[in-house]
């Protein structure tokens, strides 16, 4: 079983910045992909980012491709999500998510079923 813990949520004025953490913890070794999603209201369920654990490209959703940046720390097995200009619509419920291989289906992030999540943390942009 794997455990994954996120922090660094908060409130933010549009504009500013967040940087979320990911500690993972247990059966991480059959984890070969981190990333995050999020789940705003009234919205379907979106794939942030994801990164590979090894080798491979960062994978973002067109909304946030040049104002968020993943990035790993393996031996910390912590992955980290670095959020700049943030918008209203940024607001939401961020989950950090592992799974066996970060698949990319028609432009999204795909995730399998057996895949791990964390409780989330809460992202509140205002304007």
């Known amino acids: 079983e794997m455990h994954l813990v996120e922090s660094g949520g908060g409130s933010v004025q549009a504009g500013g910045s967040l940087r979320l953490s990911c500690v993972a913890s247990g059966s991480i070794n059959s984890r070969n992909c981190l990333g995050w999603f999020r789940q705003v209201s009234g919205k379907v369920r979106e794939g942030v980012a994801a990164i590979p654990t090894r080798d491979g490209s960062a994978y973002y959703a067109d909304s946030v491709k040049g104002r968020f940046t993943i990035s790993r720390d393996n031996a910390k097995n912590t992955v980290y999500l670095q959020m700049n200009a943030l918008t209203p619509d940024d607001t939401g419920m961020y989950f950090c998510?592992?799974?066996?291989?970060?698949?990319?289906?028609?432009?999204?992030?795909?995730?399998?079923?057996?895949?791990?999540w964390g409780q989330g943390t809460q992202v509140s942009v205002s304007s």
């Open positions: 998510v592992a799974d066996r291989e970060c698949t990319v289906l028609a432009g999204h992030w795909a995730i399998a079923e057996r895949a791990s």
